[in-house]
């Protein structure tokens, strides 16, 4: 497509519950990035994909976080036993390759309740 | 996580002015990125820098990568109301593909 794609927009869960939010990629770009953001503060990183592998997951905060590529487009961000501390934006983005080129998505807003 | 230092937190300026905003990290950054961000919308970027000592210019915006490679600034000249948004600065360190952020910087330009 166009641009990056994330689904859902909105994603409002149960303390305890399971998510998955998924980002489509602009084609051909090679790099994946998963980045949270909260309320008044700059986005954080999670984690980056460089091809189907994870070249980075240093910024995953425990592990209840995990994200794949399995095919090396679209990716998961998967979060198991939400917290309400976990309510955030959730930002994709793609690049042709990494370091470069960064095109972000619209994001995913998480609230737990 | 870590975050740049970014200031200043909030700006309020009538249009037509000029506006400056700047970033400060205790590491050094190999590239300095700027990005604008729309309320409901991803981050978009404005300008990057890849050479300590780069001044660059993107239409009014013009920014600059610090001869230290521990800061930036971004200004932007004649502000108009559609430059309304939060601004961010981003630096790219050892690790190629992870963005480090500052806190943002929100203007608000009065017509």
């Known amino acids: 497509g166009a641009g990056v794609s994330q689904t859902p927009s909105n994603k409002v869960t149960e303390k305890g519950k399971y998510v998955e939010l998924r980002c489509d990629p602009i084609?051909?770009?090679?790099?994946l990035y998963w980045y949270r953001q909260s309320l008044g503060q700059g986005p954080e990183f999670l984690i980056y994909?460089?091809?189907?592998?994870?070249?980075?997951d240093s910024g995953l905060p425990n592990d209840r976080f995990f994200a794949v590529r399995p095919e090396g487009s679209v990716s998961t961000l998967k979060i198991q036993r939400t917290e309400r501390g976990d309510s955030a934006v959730y930002l994709c983005?793609?690049?042709?390759?990494?370091?470069?080129?960064?095109?972000f998505g619209s994001g995913t807003r998480l609230t737990v309740v | 996580g870590q975050q740049l230092n970014q200031s200043p937190q909030s700006m309020f300026i009538q249009e037509g002015e000029d506006v400056s905003m700047n970033c400060t990290s205790s590491?050094?950054?190999?590239?300095w990125l700027w990005y604008k961000q729309d309320p409901g919308e991803g981050p978009v970027l404005l300008i990057a820098?890849?050479?300590?000592?780069e001044l660059t210019s993107n239409g009014r915006l013009t920014a600059q990568f610090g001869i230290t490679r521990k800061d930036s600034f971004l200004n932007i000249s004649a502000s108009i109301p559609s430059d309304v948004g939060i601004y961010f600065c981003?630096?790219?360190?050892?690790?190629?593909?992870?963005?480090?952020f500052g806190q943002g910087t929100i203007l608000t330009v009065h017509p």
């Open positions: 983005a793609s690049s042709p390759r990494q370091g470069s080129g960064y095109t």
């Open positions: 590491s050094i950054f190999n590239t």
């Open positions: 994909f460089q091809g189907t592998g994870a070249a980075d």
């Open positions: 820098l890849y050479k300590a000592g």
């Open positions: 981003a630096g790219i360190g050892t690790s190629y593909g992870k963005l480090t």
């Open positions: 084609s051909g770009h090679t790099a």
